[in-house]
């Protein structure tokens, strides 16, 4: 075992702070990274405000963040894939059974023995895990993912949650060229909802509550800007798409959404916010639509998204952050003011 650096919580009304987290000696199969970017999620958020208390309490301390990229610093004696001085990747989660069903179909975040890359139980070292707000990460191989070379780590990091929680629904619902797409809030999830829908060829109309990211909507691939709180504008979208992502990370009126559906056509919700959405029974049953929801991707589709990206060029936009300045993003994404991610730049934390 070994200390490293990090920024925690102690309370969900604690700001973040700087401390020091125990992590594992690396075991046979493991890969120790050095971190040099995490994103922010605003799922980061919610949990180290305990806004999931019902499905997922947080425990305290929290060490929040899984938008990890960073360099191999040491491997254990079984790795295969990796070696120190690599780029190396770390999403939402860092360990499952691999044997049950889910599992061997390549879905482990379905696996009920899951673990989470934070605030989940560790099985190495007792108590939950902790995240990448942190100068090092000690990893299970099968968790590791690549990093393209030609894209920058700085808006790579994003995509392995932002980039394959939207990648995975917009691909199973076979979101191509002749298709009409929605992407509902443009934030860290909904600008790369509507990277990806764009670099597929398809039709993308971005519904946002900020007047102000429209021009930005369009620059990222959007073809059309819908404000949604402009029911004339939403009006004139009735029943026409073939599949909407909703990004909301707050309570909305997800009805409005749906009744912009044509028939047969689905609605994924990624979004997870605190409180039940209610959906009026009506809205789905004209024209037999659709509403699925979609939980981050397997480990092998985030490797596929990521080799998408180097493939397309796609990062996410990012404002990199000192991770001093973590408390004041978390109050800024609140307030929907990210262009369209922060990527904390992990260097800031040695001098703490
Ligand atoms: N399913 C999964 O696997 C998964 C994975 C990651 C994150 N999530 C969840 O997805 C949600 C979005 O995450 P994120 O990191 O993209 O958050 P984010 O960057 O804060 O973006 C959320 C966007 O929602 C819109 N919004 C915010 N408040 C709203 C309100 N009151 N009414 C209508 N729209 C509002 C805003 O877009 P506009 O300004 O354009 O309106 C905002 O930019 C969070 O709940 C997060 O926990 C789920
Ligand atoms: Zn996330
Ligand atoms: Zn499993």
């Known amino acids: 075992m070994y200390n490293t650096k990090a920024y925690s919580a102690a309370s969900a009304t604690s700001p973040l702070a700087s401390t020091a987290i125990p992590r594992r000696d690396p075991t046979p199969n ?39 990229v960073g360099r191999v610093t040491k491997v254990g ?15 939402c989660m860092v360990d499952s059974d691999r044997t049950c069903p889910h599992c061997q179909a390549g879905l482990e ?26 100068d090092s990460i000690v990893v299970d191989e099968r968790f590791v993912l690549r990093v393209p070379a030609n894209l920058s780590l700085a808006g790579a990091a994003p995509l392995l949650c932002a980039g394959i929680t939207t990648y995975s629904p917009i691909r199973r619902w076979g979101v191509t060229k002749g298709k009409k797409a929605g992407v509902v809030g443009l934030g860290g999830l909904g600008h790369m909802g509507v990277k990806f829908a764009h670099a597929l060829g398809a039709h993308v109309v971005v519904f946002t509550t900020s007047p102000n990211k429209k021009e930005n909507a369009l620059r990222l691939g959007a073809d059309e800007v819908v404000v949604s709180r402009d029911a004339n504008q939403m009006q004139k979208h009735t029943g026409s798409f073939d599949f909407i992502l909703d990004a909301v990370s707050a309570h909305h009126d997800i009805n409005a959404y749906i009744n912009l559906l044509r028939p047969d056509g689905t609605i994924t919700i990624v979004g997870a916010p605190e409180k039940p959405l209610a959906v009026s029974a009506f809205s789905l049953l004209i024209g037999r639509r659709n509403l699925s929801g979609s939980l981050i991707g397997g480990i092998a589709e985030t490797q596929e998204m990521l080799d998408f990206c180097g493939k397309h060029n796609i990062t996410a936009d990012v404002e990199v952050i000192p ?30």
């Open 323 to 352: 991770i001093q300045k973590v408390n004041e993003a978390y109050e800024r994404l609140l307030k929907s003011d990210v262009k369209y991610r922060f990527s904390i730049d992990m260097a800031s934390l040695k001098s703490e």
């Open 109 to 134: 975040q379905f696996c009920p023995k899951m673990t989470l890359t934070f605030n989940s139980p560790d099985k190495h070292l007792g108590g939950v895990t902790y995240g990448g707000y942190s």
């Open 77 to 91: 004696s079984a790795v295969t894939r990796y070696k120190p001085g690599d780029l190396a990747a770390v999403g």
């Open 30 to 68: 493991d890969v120790q990274i050095e971190i040099i970017f995490c994103g922010i999620c605003h799922s980061d958020l919610h949990q180290v405000r305990n806004e999931w208390s019902t499905i997922m309490p947080t425990v305290y301390p929290i060490v929040p963040g899984h938008e990890i």
